[in-house]
């Protein structure tokens, strides 16, 4: 099952800015227009802190994950290198919206036979910080089996932010609001454990 709010990095980034009531970034961002050198230093500050709390929540605790679909001919084979991102862990494979069996290989995936095929998959969000270079990207995020929606993700990236510019005060309450939302989500992962972030 995928969460039902696909979203992009800029869809976050416009998010968090609204919580830090940076007007006139989303002003820029909603309308398309050219940021100034300051704004640009706030909007790559933000994009950073994006990859990282995405990178976070796809490495410790909910996967990313992305549909891809195949076309088999007859040597039943898909190396890994021919899926859009790197592939941590194929969770599904269907045809004609039915599941089927394959083998998984190191560096490829093994079919029964020809056709066309529907593969869900996990990759590393790390890919994220070579494939969206800039703020325009449109790459959908979607993870695995929870709720993972563009709020909780924005909690998430100003919390980082007021951390890295020394808010602390700012930065812990936001964090609370990540990792409160981060738990519900998370509700039917019962066994996974939030992480207290450390504030210096």
């Known amino acids: 099952?995928?969460?039902?709010?696909?979203?992009t990095t800029c869809d976050i980034i416009t998010a968090a800015a609204q919580c830090l009531t940076l007007d006139n970034i989303v002003?820029?961002?909603?309308?398309?227009d050219i940021f100034n050198t300051q704004e640009q230093r706030e909007v790559s500050l933000l994009f950073d802190c994006t990859i990282s709390v995405i990178d976070e929540i796809g490495r410790e605790?909910?996967?990313?994950?992305?549909?891809?679909?195949?076309?088999?001919d007859e040597t039943l084979i898909v190396p890994f290198s021919e899926f859009p991102?790197?592939?941590?862990?194929?969770?599904?494979?269907?045809?004609?919206g039915i599941k089927v069996s394959f083998n998984r290989h190191?560096?490829?995936?093994?079919?029964?036979?020809a056709g066309e095929y529907s593969v869900l998959f996990a990759y590393s969000?790390?890919?994220?910080?070579?494939?969206?270079?800039?703020?325009?990207?449109k790459i959908k995020l979607e993870w695995?089996?929870?709720?993972?929606?563009?709020?909780?993700i924005a909690f998430g990236v100003v919390a980082e932010y007021c951390m890295r510019l020394g808010m602390t005060d700012e930065a812990i309450m936001w964090d609370r609001r990540y990792k409160d939302a981060l738990l519900a989500?998370?509700?039917?992962?019962?066994?996974?454990?939030?992480k207290e972030r450390r504030f210096k």
């Not at 994950?65 to 076309?71: L, M």
């Not at 790197?86 to 269907?94: A, C, F, N, Q, R």
């Open 185 to 194: 989500a998370m509700r039917v992962r019962r066994e996974q454990r939030v």
């Open 1 to 7: 099952m995928l969460n039902q709010e696909s979203m």
């Open 125 to 137: 969000p790390q890919i994220l910080i070579t494939v969206c270079d800039n703020l325009r990207t």
């Open 106 to 113: 190191f560096d490829k995936v093994e079919f029964k036979q």
């Open 85 to 96: 991102f790197p592939v941590m862990e194929i969770l599904e494979i269907t045809r004609n």
């Open 144 to 152: 695995h089996n929870t709720r993972i929606g563009v709020r909780l």
């Open 27 to 32: 002003n820029k961002i909603i309308n398309d």
């Open 61 to 72: 605790y909910v996967p990313l994950v992305y549909r891809h679909t195949v076309k088999i």
